[in-house]
């Protein structure tokens, strides 16, 4: 079975662009959760998503937002980039929604200028 | 708003030793503990969890302590190899407000010397 997919695997912006991410979960999850890396940091939790509806939702400005489509596929926006947005942006699916087992994607390293 | 609490930050262990990394947490919806593995680059993997039923779980090198009533879980990692250094983080299913949800700790960064 397929992992989590992650695209892109990297990619540079400059401060003010918005950039929109993507995460394909393991066939058959639906619940899709986004986190925050920073070096030096923990995982900070974003937002999770559970059939098509925002289940939770962490401690980020509004800049910060979500979806996820039909077929489980999800994707976070980030606004107005500013220098500290700059990140391991990682995707978890699982079965269910809620805290179960996740299993992550490799990120995206986003870099803002 | 509910963390969990990892240590070491960090740890240099010497090939052959054991490894020790510990966390606590506060309120938890049920008891499920994970840990994941992350190597640079990589995203976290998930190495080995404990549910409920027992107070602790081996497999292989790796193996989880559990105390439900100290509110702590654990995990060893016997005859550490230069192989095993990564970052580790625990996690545990907090209640919030706005529900349950997965968290992590802050991460311990291992080092195993040949």
């Known amino acids: 079975k397929a992992g989590v997919t992650q695209t892109p695997r990297y990619l540079i912006k400059t401060r003010g662009q918005q950039v929109t991410l993507s995460c394909s979960p393991i066939?058959?999850?639906?619940?899709v959760s986004w986190y925050q890396q920073t070096p030096g940091q923990g995982l900070q939790f974003l937002f999770e998503y559970f059939s098509e509806t925002q289940r939770n939702k962490g401690n980020f400005p509004g800049r910060f937002s979500g979806r996820q489509f039909s077929n489980s596929r999800s994707e976070m926006n980030v606004s107005t980039l500013e220098l500290g947005d700059s990140a391991l942006y990682l995707c978890?699916?699982?079965f269910g929604p809620g805290p179960y087992e996740q299993y992550f994607g490799p990120g995206t390293r986003l870099t803002v200028t | 708003q509910q963390q969990v609490k990892q240590s070491p930050q960090s740890l240099i262990v010497q090939k052959g030793g054991i490894s020790i990394i510990n966390c606590a947490y506060e309120n938890t919806a049920f008891d499920y503990f994970p840990w994941y593995q992350q190597f640079p680059g990589k995203g976290p993997a998930l190495l080995i969890a404990?549910?409920?039923?027992?107070s602790e779980k081996k497999e292989g090198r790796f193996t989880i302590s559990f105390n439900k009533s100290a509110k702590q879980f654990s995990l060893h990692i016997m005859d550490s190899q230069p192989g095993d250094s990564a970052t580790y983080f625990c996690a545990a299913p907090l209640l919030e407000t706005s529900g349950s949800r997965l968290t992590f700790g802050e991460g311990t960064q291992l080092t195993v010397n040949p």
């Open positions: 404990i549910r409920p039923d027992v």
């Open positions: 066939s058959g999850h639906r619940s």
């Open positions: 978890a699916s699982s």
